[in-house]
């Protein structure tokens, strides 16, 4: 039996307009009605300005092969989104002790609509950044590969070459000043002390 990549009975916890709990359903049934759940997106940077893309898996429902954020993760019954966020990076990439953490923005409704997937994915989103220059494993389940690109690098892929993205990807990509978000988390890393 192949190994799926999206767990269509994963549960989740179904949300109203105010991103508060009614109740938990499984994710295919939450795709498929389109109700309310809370995901997370993370994007990764090193020292030196790059960002880490991921190419989703082509075992994925939604954007298989498409090159996306860093890590994107449904949060599980009760989990905070800072908690999936880490979660995320652990199992998808095997990022274990990111150095910096910088919320980007509080929880945001995104409706999404797959027709060609069945899917109708409306979230609750949280975007985080952090900075890490350790090794990267990518979890072959979930990601085709990695890669390091610049900034620069990046824009012009996303101008010239859109389709090779995730949708949600180039929605968040048009919000972020990723020079901005750079900058921040160098000034958090530099004020963090460092743990032994």
Not at 95 to 113: F, S, Y
Not at 176 to 195: D, G
């Amino acid at each position: 039996m192949m190994a799926v990549a999206d767990a269509e009975t994963e549960l989740l916890d179904v949300v109203d307009e105010f991103n508060n709990v009614l109740r938990q359903e499984l994710r295919g049934v939450v795709h498929a009605q389109g109700l309310l759940h809370r995901a997370v997106h993370v994007v990764v940077f090193n020292s030196t300005e790059q960002v880490l893309l991921q190419k989703r898996s082509a075992m994925k429902k939604l954007g298989p092969n498409c090159w996306d954020l860093s890590c994107a993760e449904h949060l599980v019954v009760g989990e905070s989104y800072e908690k999936a966020a880490v979660r995320g990076l652990s199992e998808e990439l095997n990022i274990k002790k990111p150095e910096c953490a910088l919320q980007l923005w509080e929880p945001m409704l995104q409706l999404m609509d797959y027709p060609q997937a069945d899917v109708k994915d409306n979230e609750f989103i949280s975007m985080f950044a952090t900075l890490y220059d350790g090794e990267v494993m990518a979890d072959k389940i979930e990601v085709a590969e990695v890669r390091w690109c610049t900034i620069e690098e990046l824009q012009v892929e996303m101008t010239e070459s859109p389709d090779k993205f995730t949708p949600w990807f180039r929605k968040d990509y048009d919000k972020l000043n990723f020079k901005s978000i750079v900058e921040q988390l160098k000034k958090k890393a530099a004020r963090k002390p460092v743990l032994v």
